[in-house]
Every structure is written in structure tokens, then in C-alpha cells.
């Protein structure tokens, strides 16, 4: 995977909290906040999710057995 850069813009206090934490856990800062926003995604796509589920889930909701799932689709 080619590998590209990216420049954010920190104060100093903000840079020194995100050094000291990514030296605290042994690993640098590109990783720690390329990580760290990777998996704040995937949240914020997780959640996303579960309102669309749930949004469903209120316009019809009836529940099945896994049983009942089983004899109606297999």
C-alpha cells in the first residue's frame, strides 16, 4: 500500500498530550493518530448503523426465533 502524508495544525500542548500518550504506549504519532481516527470512524460507522436499524426496527417491530428465521429463509 503506497503510503501518503497528511499535516494537521496542533498547538503546542495539544502536540506534547499526543506525543507524551503515543510514547507512554510504545508507538510513535503518526500511528497512534492515524489508529485513533481509524477507529473513531468505524464508531461513527457502527452507530450509524444502529440508528438505521433501529429506525427499522421501530416502523415494524416484530422479532423472530432464530428458528422462525430459519424456516422462513432456508
Known amino acids: 500500500m503506497a503510503s501518503s ?11 506534547r498530550l499526543i506525543g507524551d ?15 485513533t481516527v481509524l477507529e473513531y470512524l ?3 460507522l457502527d452507530l450509524q448503523a444502529w440508528y438505521e ?13 432464530a428458528e422462525e428465521i430459519a424456516e422462513k429463509y432456508l
Do not use: H, W
Open 21 to 35: 500518550y503515543a510514547i507512554a504506549y510504545g508507538t510513535t504519532i503518526s500511528e497512534f493518530v492515524r489508529r
Open 5 to 15: 502524508t497528511i499535516t494537521i495544525r496542533l498547538d503546542t500542548d495539544e502536540k
Open 53 to 65: 436499524a433501529k429506525r427499522e426496527f421501530d416502523r415494524d417491530p416484530e422479532t423472530l426465533t
Open 42 to 44: 468505524e464508531d461513527q
